[in-house]
């Protein structure tokens, strides 16, 4: 009797550390819960970046060097530059209000609605309802799971991929709240690595791996600063006068992925 007792009390604690440990592994933070600490991450003032981007196709490589200037989620403005042999081949400037993306081409200035493949806003979003009304637009489903980006354990936003056909989601780091990694619409793939405090609760990638078409392109941000970093006349559309050139000597796989970039996430 004692070894039939003694036997069905280590069965029971057996069976109850093996629920337990499901349990810890399949519990996911509330969704409202998990994008307040991740908003709370992006800082409240502006910024400038620096960074360099680097293509590759095949044997061929080429380099360009950015400047961001950032106030949130609904003001950016950028500024790109070929490095030689390119520099006077690519010569890109974009501002961004809202959905709204004004460039100089030409003695032309345009306006036209911002493109779903730009993720930019989604990694200095400032509020909850921004973040989720980003996620409506790229129609990303609310529904979240425990998954794995960059090794890492996430919680991810989204439906699950069946077979081939993968679905739009963004994978949120369950223990520091930060986003490891974006799939758009579209089906291109970012992810973000090397995260650095920029000031108090303001963190950046240092590292961004685009992929997209079957091309790739690595972002490194080289410099950073929040002193003094822009005003927000810089933003005004009226005041851009910059222009947009990307002009090729001739055609190539790696000028065309370098225009279809800056195309598309530009």
Known sequence: MKSALRLTLVTTILLFSLLSASTAWTFVLPLDFVVKKTVAKTGRTSISIDQ??????????????????????????????GLEPYKENIKVNSLFNSKQKTSVVGKSKTQTPVGNDFYQRLIFVRSSDSF???????????????????????????????????????????????????????????????????????????????????????????????????????FYPQNFELPTELAFNESSSIAQVVEDFYKRFR
Do not use: H
């Open 132 to 234: 989720m009304q980003y996620l409506r637009e790229l129609g990303i489903n609310e529904k979240t799971r425990l998954s794995k980006a960059d090794g890492r354990v996430c919680i991810a936003i989204g439906e699950a991929s069946q077979s081939e056909n993968k679905s739009p989601q963004i994978w949120i780091d369950q223990d520091d709240f930060l986003i490891r990694k974006i799939r758009m619409p579209s089906g291109t793939e970012i992810s973000f690595s090397d995260y650095v405090n920029v000031k108090d609760d303001f963190w950046i990638a240092k590292t961004q791996v685009i992929k997209w078409a079957g091309a790739t392109a690595t972002v490194k941000v080289k410099s950073f600063s929040v002193k003094n970093a822009a005003t927000i006349q810089q």
């Open 52 to 81: 360099e981007v680097t293509f590759k196709v095949g044997k061929d490589s080429l380099k360009t060097q950015e400047n961001w200037l950032i106030e949130g989620d609904r003001n950016l403005k950028v500024s790109a530059n």
